[in-house]
């Protein structure tokens, strides 16, 4: 205690805990140790453990996640909000939408519905990225970029292939570079922001 008198310790019970694959048993003296046989996060649920390769968050990112940084997949069930960064070594897949945000893959981003970047949204990936729409924002992929309906005055770099799939695929405003060119339903407008635009 604060006065320096040995505090008898409660006798502790042992747990029996089990565990899958992702976690291999190291004998010691007078037990086990339980070791990580891979990267990922630690989840227990009271009887067993293991290390999933995917991080899931329920809802967006924000103020009550704070940013995400993992070494395997994410999956985010909601937004990325505006000044918020997600970056994952596996594939990053995203819901709803990505406002002014940074988001980093080292395999490929998905955004189902659309990134509405503010001029802020840095979205870069080593594969692919795709995305229901693009508005103010920076792309950057080593492969392919597929948009289901308009890029607005954003910043798109690939050394793959740019396709905006959709009837509503146009390539409006801001610069655009692709190595394996371009397909799109709509270039440039004739009354909108300028379109730059090279292979």
């Known amino acids: 205690d604060v006065r320096g008198r040995e505090v008898p310790a409660a006798k502790g019970s042992s747990v029996e805990i089990s565990h899958d694959e992702s976690v291999r ?3 010691i003296p007078g037990g086990i140790r339980l070791i990580a046989a891979r990267t990922g996060e630690l ?3 009271g009887k067993t453990i293991r290390i999933s390769a995917i991080h899931e968050v329920k809802g967006d990112i924000g103020t009550g996640t704070g940013n995400i940084k993992f070494t395997g997949e994410v999956r985010i069930m909601g937004s990325v909000r505006s000044g918020f960064a997600v970056m994952g070594e596996g594939d990053v897949l995203v ?4 406002e ?3 988001v980093s893959s ?3 981003v998905v955004v189902a519905q659309g990134i509405v970047g503010g001029g802020k949204a840095i979205i870069r990936a080593r594969k692919t990225i795709e995305a229901g729409f693009v508005e103010q924002s920076t792309l950057l992929a080593v492969e392919d970029i597929r948009i289901k309906n308009g890029c607005l ?4 770099k690939t050394n793959g292939k740019l396709s905006l799939v959709g009837e509503k695929g146009h390539l409006i405003g801001g610069i655009c570079k ?3 060119g371009v397909e799109c339903a709509n270039l440039g407008s004739e009354r909108g922001a300028r379109t730059e635009i090279s292979f």
Do not use: F, H
């Open 106 to 108: 080292g395999s490929k």
């Open 178 to 180: 692709a190595r394996s």
């Open 95 to 98: 819901s709803e939408t990505v």
């Open 25 to 27: 048993e190291e004998p």
């Open 153 to 156: 005055l954003s910043n798109v």
């Open 43 to 45: 989840v227990y649920d």
């Open 100 to 102: 002014g945000a940074l």
